[in-house]
């Protein structure tokens, strides 16, 4: 059973940055895919990014490419997000989610994803 726990979130003005940490326990970290994904009251959960099991596939939704980095430490079972240049509509609660057998078909479903942390909030101020 895999666990993931996200920090790193918190309140900055607009073109700020943050760096969002999701740290794995309790399973097979070095083999899966990893996703951030991001959601505001009311509305449904919106991919943000995802990388592969070595980091080798990265992709970013739209709205934070250029702006957002996935990365992935194995040696310390955590994957990262470093959000730039944010802007008030990045405010949003953000949680990571993990697929044990790598990335998996349709990555930008949330659906595909078993495995999830309990979010941290980003909230952008402009």
């Known amino acids: 059973q895999v666990q993931l726990a996200e920090s790193g979130g918190g309140s900055v003005q607009a073109g700020g940055s943050l760096r969002l940490s999701c740290v794995a326990s309790?399973?097979?970290?070095?083999?899966?895919?990893m996703a951030w994904f991001r959601q505001v009251p009311g509305k449904e959960r919106e991919f943000v990014a995802a990388i592969g099991r070595d980091g080798g596939f990265v992709d970013y939704a739209d709205s934070v490419k250029g702006r957002f980095t996935i990365s992935r430490d194995t040696a310390r079972f955590t994957v990262y997000l470093q959000a730039n240049s944010l802007k008030s509509e990045d405010t949003a609660s953000y949680y990571c989610?993990?697929?044990?057998?790598?990335?998996?078909?349709?990555?930008?479903?949330?659906?595909?994803?078993?495995?999830w942390g309990q979010g941290t909030q980003v909230t952008v101020s402009s």
């Open positions: 989610a993990a697929h044990p057998l790598g990335v998996p078909d349709n990555y930008f479903n949330s659906n595909r994803y078993p495995y």
């Open positions: 309790g399973g097979t970290f070095t083999n899966a895919g």
